[in-house]
């Protein structure tokens, strides 16, 4: 039934419940698994301003270096939980850029049977107004979407 199985991973705790999820699914399956970490370099250029006002020193031109090394960390604690199944092939991507259009065109670039994610990750105010993540992944995503409470 599943041969590939993309999961978005935030570092959430409903994020960490997906991989667990898909974790079971692609042991089960015998499915590759493919743990994604996607960030968006706004928000930290956004606090960046912030802290500049509190006299605490981060680069604005390094922002994107700390983001991805957050969203390193959080594929590593995910890797770890997917790596205690016996998963055939793992594999993990960071990626920047709109986290709901960037988890689909990777399913779609990967070839994706199915896209696991949180139904609540980090989000920010945009998302309460416009729309979860998931919402949108689910609206845009060709393949079976499943939302993990």
């Known amino acids: 039934m599943f041969s590939r199985i993309l999961v978005a991973v935030d570092g959430s705790e409903h994020s960490m419940r ?3 999820l898909a974790s ?4 089960k399956y015998g499915a590759d698994l493919i743990l994604l970490s996607v960030f968006r370099p706004t928000r930290l250029q956004e606090s960046t301003h912030s802290l500049v006002r509190t006299n605490l020193s981060l ?3 390094h922002s994107d270096d700390a983001l991805q090394g957050v969203a390193e960390e959080v594929l590593q604690a995910a890797e770890k939980v997917a790596r205690s199944h016996d998963i055939p092939k793992v594999k993990t991507k960071v990626k920047r850029g709109h986290p709901a259009r960037t988890i689909v065109s990777t399913a779609e670039e990967h070839e994706a049977d ?3 994610l949180g139904s609540r990750g980090h989000g920010d105010v945009t998302g309460l107004l416009l ?6 992944v689910a ?3 060709k393949c079976n ?5």
């Open 18 to 20: 997906a991989v667990e």
């Open 24 to 27: 079971d699914l692609a042991e």
């Open 59 to 61: 680069e604005p031109q």
């Open 114 to 116: 199915v896209i696991v």
């Open 131 to 136: 729309g979860s993540v998931s919402h949108k």
């Open 139 to 141: 609206s845009l995503a």
């Open 145 to 149: 979407v499943i939302t993990v409470k």
